[in-house]
């Protein structure tokens, strides 16, 4: 469902009756559109905090562009450490198949860890046809999918 057709706050109101002050999420950004990851990482984390995570439970890595992302999940997946990982990033239709394969790989590795099941991996990335769609979803017009992306890590991490 488009993101103009809801509002995901209203449904995970129900959050806010859950102690979840000792959740430890793992943030990792991609560097590449850097404005837009910025905007997703800073509403992923304002939204965690919000729903009451302690700000000692979210860490953050940075990584170079979105295919490292998975990397990145891979290497610290464990639920011993983590009990939730967000992947934020950010690509942008261009005039060759790069995008397809970009968006692809990332989509992929994420489904592969997710099927892992021990560490819900939430999937933040953007793929936009262009730079006005990215900020609108960045915290335009349409909201912000960082936000989106905390809640979903949240109720995922209570399964």
């Known amino acids: 469902m488009a993101t103009h057709q809801r509002n995901i706050k209203e449904q995970y109101h129900q959050l806010k009756d859950e102690d979840l002050s000792a959740k430890r999420i793992l943030v ?6 850097k404005e837009i990851t910025d905007n997703l990482t800073k509403g992923c984390i304002n939204t965690l905090l919000d729903q ?32 939730a990982i967000v992947v934020i990033g950010c690509v942008i239709r261009g005039e060759t198949s790069h995008f397809d394969y ?9 489904t592969a860890l997710n099927l892992r099941g021990e560490v819900p991996v939430i999937f933040c990335v953007l793929t936009d046809n262009t730079i006005e769609q990215s900020r609108a979803r960045s915290g335009g017009s349409l909201g912000n999918k960082g936000d989106e992306a905390a809640l979903a890590a949240l109720k995922m991490s209570l399964i």
Do not use: F, M, R
């Open 102 to 110: 970009v968006c692809n790989s990332v989509t992929e590795g994420v």
């Open 52 to 83: 009451g995570v302690d700000a000692s439970g979210i860490t953050q890595i940075q990584v170079p562009g979105a295919v490292e992302l998975v990397y990145a999940a891979a290497k610290h997946y464990d639920a011993n450490t983590y009990d």
């Open 28 to 33: 990792i950004t991609a560097e590449w559109n």
